[in-house]
T-cell receptor
């Protein structure tokens, strides 16, 4: 069974631009979560989607948004990029959106904002 | 907000047992405690998950006390390939039914020959 895939793997953007990252979960997984990882802040939860609905949201500004499609694929969007948005963005999928957090992570998208 | 804390780093020698503890003082009543392993340039990899008492699988054990405010990941007989960063993950209620997933800060385990 194919793992979680994320595209693109690397991205360089300029301050003020916007970016869209894509995540394809493992087949049959209906829950997708997004995380931001930086050396200073570690792994931080962005949001979780289950059956096309946002179930949970972390403490990030409204510039960070996401959505999930009927085939469980998910996208996240960051508008008006800031230098501090440079990070590794990780997507994780799981079978369901229950309180069990056995998630499978993708390799991440490395975003650099200049 | 929930606060999840782990030791920053630990060193061990090959063949020894390693115990890494995570404190999570605001865990949600029905949430599970999950541990992940991460190697450089890779996404975290699921190791083990539990709700209470003790859970064991082929690679690790997880000990959770009755109050569930902490958990200990136990790696038996570590090898050089176990050198990685280990994270605990818990869910905590923020307000109402909204839940926030909180990773610990991670523990860099270095296994020495």
């Amino acid at each position: 069974k194919a793992g979680v895939t994320q595209t693109p793997r690397y991205l360089i953007k300029t301050r003020g631009q916007q970016v869209t990252l894509s995540c394809s979960p493992i087949s049959g997984h209906r829950s997708v979560s997004w995380y931001q990882q930086t050396p200073g802040q570690g792994l931080q939860f962005l949001f979780e989607y289950f059956s096309e609905t946002q179930r949970n949201k972390g403490n990030f500004p409204g510039r960070f948004s996401g959505r999930q499609f009927s085939n469980s694929r998910s996208e996240m969007n960051v508008s008006t990029l800031e230098l501090g948005d440079s990070a590794l963005y990780l997507c994780a999928s799981s079978i369901s959106g229950t309180r069990s957090y056995e998630q499978y992570f993708g390799p991440g998208t490395r975003l650099t904002v200049t | 907000l929930a606060k999840t804390t782990q030791p920053i780093s630990m060193d061990s020698y090959e063949g020894q047992e390693v115990n890494i503890t995570c404190s999570h003082n605001n865990i949600a009543t029905n949430d599970y405690i999950t541990w992940y392993q991460q190697f450089p340039s890779q996404g975290p990899r699921f190791i083990i998950q539990g709700y209470k008492t003790k859970v064991t699988n082929e690679v690790a054990s997880l000990f959770i006390p009755a109050d569930r405010k902490s958990s200990t990941l136990s790696l038996p007989r570590v090898s050089l390939s176990d050198t990685a960063v280990y994270y605990c993950l818990v869910g905590a209620f923020v307000s109402g039914s909204a839940r926030q997933l909180t990773f610990g800060s991670g523990t860099q385990l270095t296994v020495l020959p």
